[in-house]
């Protein structure tokens, strides 16, 4: 039986009390979700209103995308500091400063007279949404024991239905009243139903709000590594397996344009691969739960890589099709693979910070993958060495995965059964 968690105790007050995998566990699973499926819509805004900011600042393009990059920047960014602030004060305030940033930072884009502005709001924009991410995924681990990898990756896959969800919204938005004002409707809209929904979770959570984890469990596994020397680790992988990723998620509308097939086919493939990573990332936490977070993510990686190697082979539209939607299929549980891995190897008490660290390193890798892969396209005139610099980049993923489930099994076998995967 798992024992109940202890929040802190207050004076005059009577400590609560909270079961992991309870009812009350998955209503804060479900609140968890929405927030982060309105939290993400910075995420999605910006490659939907680019072309028009682009017309309307008589910009390049390079200059209005350099929006999406610094929003990553801040995604990142902000996950390592209101990580730090969740494990520290507790995933509300962290939420609350979120909250804050996401819904003025929207305004300010809406306001903005010149790109540099407009630029900059999205770098708050990103720093707004990163509460709803990786600190957002600690803060579900801690709620369960048993179903923690389906909870981690249920959490995660608020972004993905936010991708879903926001496009055509923003787009409707943007024709009907404009950008600007769509802008300033996202912020308030945004900021009023979180807020809202925030307050629910807080009265969810009661006396639970700042987590006591001096009882949390111990790690299930032992890999004979520092905290620090793990985090490394998994931020080279990370950002390893997400150079390779980047190469269909932020070039297979361009690659269709290319073979004539025209970019209306390639955004039908993005949103095939999105919609097949929803499934990929519930999918991965359920195996996660049976056979631990390292397997899951070698499984997933080595998947990645043979569906990379696909791109390499066939471009004709059907195939392209079926490829994205593996690709989706094989990639979607990578990323929340690494949260469960931080809480299978480390104390319950940095969980949030160091699910920050790696997943800035992720948003690194997609960043540098999306730039690189067109750097190569420019070098070359094709695609095919930039899908296989993908693949070389899998690789060293899949080595450093595969060194860390050999590591844990040695380690097991020393240390007996009950630090298995």
Known sequence: MVPAVHAPNHPGQKPASFSPDSRQAWVRLAIALVIGSIGAVGMWAVVVVIPIVQAEFAATRGAVSLAFTLMM???GLGGVIAGKITDRFGIVPAMAISIAFLGVANVLAGLSGHLWQFVAAYFLIGLGTSATFAPLMAEASHWF??????????????NYVAGTMWPPLVSWGTQTVGWRTTHIGIGIACASAMTALVLVLRAQMGDDKVRNHANAPPPRIDLGLSTNTLTVLLSIASISCCVAMAMP???IVAYCGDLGYGVARG?????LMMGCGIVSRIGSGYLADKIGGIRTLLIGSVAQGFALVFY???DSLSSLYLISAMFGLFQGGIVPSYAIIVREAMPASEAATRVGI???ASVFGMSFGGWVSGIIFDATGSYAAAFANGVAWNALNVGIVLTLLIR???????TGPGFAT
């Open 73 to 75: 920047f801040g995604f």
């Open 145 to 158: 024991e048993r179903y923690r990898g389906l909870a981690v990756t249920i959490v995660a896959s608020g």
């Open 249 to 251: 998620q932020v070039h």
């Open 267 to 271: 955004a039908e493939m993005l949103s």
């Open 312 to 314: 390499l082979f066939f």
């Open 358 to 360: 790696v997943i800035f």
């Open 408 to 414: 844990s099994r040695m380690n097991a076998a020393k």
